[in-house]
């Protein structure tokens, strides 16, 4: 089975920064593209930022300038440098990775169980 470990969450002051880990582990072939999406209380969960198996990347426009998201391939993990925060950035936000388990097996999606990022006035 496929899991998803974040790590890196916290309290931090606005203007500051914080970088998020997610790593994929479990009977995987191929994952292809990741990304993080965040969830504040009473609000629906949104995209972050998206990176494909190749790099190429896709920011929410609340985000762009602020937050770069990356991967290493080889570790199967997936990063966002968070800067400039501000506190309506605090959510909890959560990790996804599209996965094919096997080289004949469909894409499926995963996810993380959230980790939350606080940022105070």
């Known amino acids: 089975q496929v899991q998803l470990v974040e790590s890196g969450g916290g309290l931090v002051q606005a203007g500051g920064s914080l970088r998020l880990s997610c790593v994929a582990s479990g009977r995987i072939w191929r994952v292809n593209a990741m990304g993080w999406y965040r969830q504040a209380p009473g609000n629906q969960r949104e995209l972050v930022a998206t990176?494909?198996?190749?790099?190429?990347?896709n920011y929410a426009d609340s985000v762009k300038g602020r937050f770069t998201i990356s991967r290493d391939n080889a570790k199967n993990t997936v990063y966002l440098q968070m800067s400039s925060l501000k506190p309506e950035d605090t959510a909890v936000y959560y990790c996804?990775?599209?996965?094919?388990?096997?080289?004949?097996?469909?894409?499926?999606?995963?996810w993380g169980q959230g980790t939350q990022v606080t940022v105070s006035s």
């Open positions: 990176i494909t198996q190749s790099g190429s990347t």
């Open positions: 996804n990775a599209n996965v094919r388990r096997l080289s004949s097996s469909p894409e499926a999606a995963y």
